[in-house]
């Protein structure tokens, strides 16, 4: 038996030696799921807005939820629908027009439902805020979470360092440095000098002096905003529309996005597409009613909608946004090197009830 373990032993060392197998690289949503709850922010119920819709035809119920945008973007216009909720002002009205790669779009289709005092008529100027305004608006980013406003900080000025950080920002992937935002990217947009995700929201922006920029809001998929008639109007906040289809950024800048879908998609995007003009639906039979909309705080506690949102200030993000950038994960043969601003959905995750 010795001399078989020897020869077994002797053996072993002409056998080849192979290379451990490479770790698999990880995509975005892998890289999401993967961080630190320190990397996630709370959103405030208070930012939720929630619509539920009439029960679909078996039956199930059909409930949307919707994150109001930030301050100082839009919020002439997003204080006009915190008054229409608190009035349940949407109680029994409908989505009306559903548009084919387009948007669908919902409130009072006979617009003669009055609606509530208080609300302020919001010039065009709003569709856009200067560097100053959000320099100021970042000491209460979004739910006054100290931790995210801290982060924020703690990386200078946002808005005339960006291009910096974008440069500066290093992560390590496999063993090998390379830059999270992809020097460039931010530049590569059709509709924008330039594009960045700003405190967890899609912005394009513009340069228009020295240390001066102003920042606009952009319509990627699941955007919400504001109908409106023709210009000087801008909308009271009673008429919504979601994006459906491919991003009409060409929007930008011309009517007020105030929020964005991050629950119920599925319910605004399945529906019958309207034969009228512009996807309105002719037959009154057609439009989905609307129960109620209601601000997340309204409902009752145990009802809450309880969801966290991906910091953008965290590496987790940075090394996200790189691979949606350059996919390495085993699928993709070639990987893109470079990324379309609505291609970086900011992971957003609901929490569990505990």
């Not at 008639?229 to 007020?256: C, F, K, Q």
């Amino acid at each position: 038996m010795k001399h078989l373990l020897l020869a077994a032993a002797a053996a072993s060392l002409v056998l080849p030696v192979y290379a451990a197998e490479p770790a698999p690289v990880p995509s975005p949503g892998e890289i999401a799921a993967a961080a630190p709850a320190s990397d996630w922010i709370a959103i405030a119920p208070s930012d939720l807005l929630v619509m539920d819709l009439a029960p679909d035809a078996k039956g199930k119920p059909r409930r949307v939820v919707i994150q109001l945008m930030p301050a100082p973007f839009s919020q002439g216009w997003i204080g006009n629908i915190r008054k229409l909720a608190a009035a349940h002002w949407w109680d029994g009205t409908s989505i009306n027009r559903v548009q084919d790669n387009y948007v669908t779009q919902w409130g009072d289709a006979t617009e003669k439902k009055p609606l509530p005092e208080g609300l302020v008529t919001v010039p065009e100027s709003e569709y856009v805020t200067t560097s100053d305004a959000i320099s100021e608006a970042n000491a209460t980013h979004l739910d006054g979470n100290s931790d995210a406003s801290s982060a924020a900080a703690a990386l200078g000025d946002e808005i005339t360092a960006s291009e910096e950080r974008s440069k500066a920002a290093q992560i390590s992937i496999d063993g090998t440095r390379t830059k999270a935002a992809l020097d460039g990217w931010h530049e590569r947009d059709s509709y924008a000098p330039w594009v960045e995700i700003f405190n967890e929201w899609p912005v394009g922006a513009e340069q228009m002096g020295e240390g001066l920029w102003r920042y606009w809001p952009v319509h990627c998929y699941g955007a919400v905003g504001v109908g409106r008639n023709m210009s000087p109007d801008t909308g009271s906040g009673a008429e919504l529309y979601t994006v459906i289809g491919e991003a009409p950024r060409h929007l930008d800048r011309n009517i007020a996005l105030i929020g964005r879908v991050i629950s119920g998609m599925e319910y605004l995007t399945s529906l019958p597409r309207g034969t009228g003009p512009l996807g309105f639906y002719e037959d009154e039979a057609q439009r989905i009613p609307i129960l109620s909309v209601r601000l997340g705080n309204e409902l009752p506690a145990a009802q809450q909608p309880k969801y966290e949102i991906l910091s953008t200030s965290s590496v987790s993000f940075h090394r996200y946004v790189d691979a949606r950038a350059n996919r390495r994960d085993p699928f993709f043969i070639k990987p893109a090197g470079g990324v379309n601003i609505c291609n970086i959905p900011v992971p957003i995750r609901p929490v569990a009830a505990k």
